[in-house]
């Protein structure tokens, strides 16, 4: 089973500011990397397929880069509907695995 | 739009067979995707349970695989799961997922809203 870690668990930052969060997995995925945003009481949204493609209606500030083992979800500029909870998930091997999420907290 | 809605007892005696069932609007569950479970336990993070696709093709998550069934009623637009011999490990918020297709890296496009599931004598 493939591990995806990602880091920081928590990161507290203010509107307006840049976000960078990390998802390193145990070994080669390819680019077969997903990124979800999880806010409360809701279902994740997929925001970044192929480690790099935004899904459909997914705002611009929102980019995925990476290949292989170590994948970065980044969002250019904090709006406040962008604190969440966010995890990736890879398809590379069976089965599909999700990191364990990153909480974007607002400072 | 496709939507999907869950379905099931929000109790389970331990030992017991947890059942849920998704149902498929807007779309056809005999459509080119595989339809997947998903499960989250309270404050904790995402676990993948296993997918079916329209002609009754499955693929499992290993640590489940013995407990595990799913299956597809296309006269009824729906799939199911079926959870047995549940512990309290197994409480968790279940979701039902469509896996999106090629233009979508098969990524979990559309999602169901959850349905809580406790296991609890």
């Known amino acids: 089973e493939i591990v995806l870690t990602q880091s920081p668990a928590t990161l507290s930052l203010s509107p307006g500011e840049r976000a960078t969060l990390s998802c390193r997995a145990s070994q080669s995925v390819s680019s077969y990397l997903a990124w979800y945003q999880q806010t409360p009481g809701q279902a994740p949204r997929l925001l970044i397929y192929?480690?790099?493609n935004r899904a459909t209606g997914i705002p611009a500030r929102f980019s995925g880069s990476g290949s292989g083992t170590d994948f970065t979800l980044t969002i250019s500029s904090l709006e406040p509907e962008d604190f969440a909870v966010y995890y990736c998930?890879?398809?590379?091997?069976?089965?599909?695995?999700f990191g364990q999420g990153t909480r974007l907290e607002i400072k | 739009q496709v939507q999907l809605q869950e379905s099931g007892p929000g109790l389970v005696k331990p030992s017991g067979t947890l059942s849920l069932t998704c149902a498929v609007s807007?779309?056809?569950?005999?459509?080119?995707?595989?339809w997947s479970w998903i499960r989250q336990p309270p404050g904790k993070g995402l676990e993948w349970i296993g997918e079916?696709?329209?002609?009754?093709?499955?693929n499992y998550n290993p640590s489940l695989k013995s407990r595990v069934t799913i299956s597809v009623d296309k006269s009824k637009n729906q799939f199911s799961l079926r959870l047995s011999s549940v512990t309290a490990a197994d409480t968790a918020l279940y979701y039902c997922?469509?896996?999106?297709?090629?233009?979508?890296?098969?990524?979990?496009?559309?999602w169901g809203q959850g349905t809580m599931v406790t296991v609890s004598s």
């Open positions: 998930q890879q398809r590379s091997n069976w089965p599909i695995t």
């Open positions: 192929d480690a790099s």
């Open positions: 807007g779309g056809s569950i005999s459509s080119s995707n595989w």
């Open positions: 079916i696709y329209h002609v009754g093709s499955t």
């Open positions: 997922a469509k896996k999106g297709g090629y233009s979508y890296g098969y990524g979990f496009d559309i």
